[in-house]
């Protein structure tokens, strides 16, 4: 799942956006108003996270701007308490609003609400083979056995598995798991691929994660059929 946040305080915007991507989502971030507006119109987002008070243009903006062409939810975050000021951005287009401090849990939370209100959501279960994975919750087995994995072997795992049968290039994982500008001498993704195998796949004779030579990597179940 595709996530922007536009937030210009640096503190904030950096925890969001190792939380998230810690917690398996794919995640884009903006500092300031025209910059976040020009990303969430120029692409596809599940949800936008958006802050208030950001400079040139302010939150409220952006907002207006974006409902003029798109209806992508949008959680708006604010340090303010007034009503008032909730009362504007619902009525500006909002779906939510989370005034700071926050918990993070409970963004996560309002994220997962606001994508299945969207019908945009994806799925909550995945399965391939006799492997199941949980996307909520995090928790993966195979067999019925628990497999233990770290938080970014699942986030591994998670991306694989929604797009199981697609050959992901490194390039890609790397973007989507790490989010980071890929370097191709470096061995971040054959690491973790290795450790994800030895737990997937390790322990079983059906093996779910390929390497396709030159390519990438890909999970399916290729003893059907």
């Known amino acids: 799942m595709r996530v922007l946040i536009i937030e210009d305080e640096e503190k904030t915007a950096d925890y969001l956006h190792r939380g998230l991507t810690e ?83 409970e963004l996560v939370a309002r994220l997962q609400a606001l994508t299945r ?6 799925p909550v279960q995945v399965t391939v083979a006799d492997l199941w994975i949980d996307l909520i919750s995090r928790k993966a087995s195979r067999n019925g056995l628990r497999l233990d994995l770290t938080a970014k072997e699942f986030s591994l795992l998670s991306v694989l598995a929604r797009r199981q049968g697609e050959i992901l290039s490194k390039t890609a994982i790397a973007e989507m798991v790490w989010d980071i500008n890929f370097d191709s001498d ?20 059906t093996k779910l994660l390929h390497t396709i030579r030159g390519m990438g990597y890909v999970l399916e179940n290729r003893s059907v059929g």
């Open 23 to 105: 917690q398996g989502y794919t995640v884009d971030v903006a500092r300031e108003g025209v910059e976040g507006l020009h990303v969430a119109l120029e692409n596809d987002y599940a949800v936008i996270v958006l802050d208030v008070m950001l400079p040139g243009l302010d939150g409220f903006g952006v907002l207006r701007a974006l409902r003029a062409r798109k209806q992508t939810p949008v959680i708006m975050l604010t340090a303010r308490e007034r009503v008032e000021d909730r009362i504007r951005g619902l009525r500006e287009g909002a779906d939510d609003y989370l005034g700071k401090p926050f918990s993070f849990l």
């Open 117 to 122: 209100r969207s019908g945009g959501h994806e």
């Open 186 to 205: 470096a061995n971040v993704v054959e690491v973790a691929i290795k450790r994800l195998r030895a737990k997937l796949d390790g322990p079983f004779d």
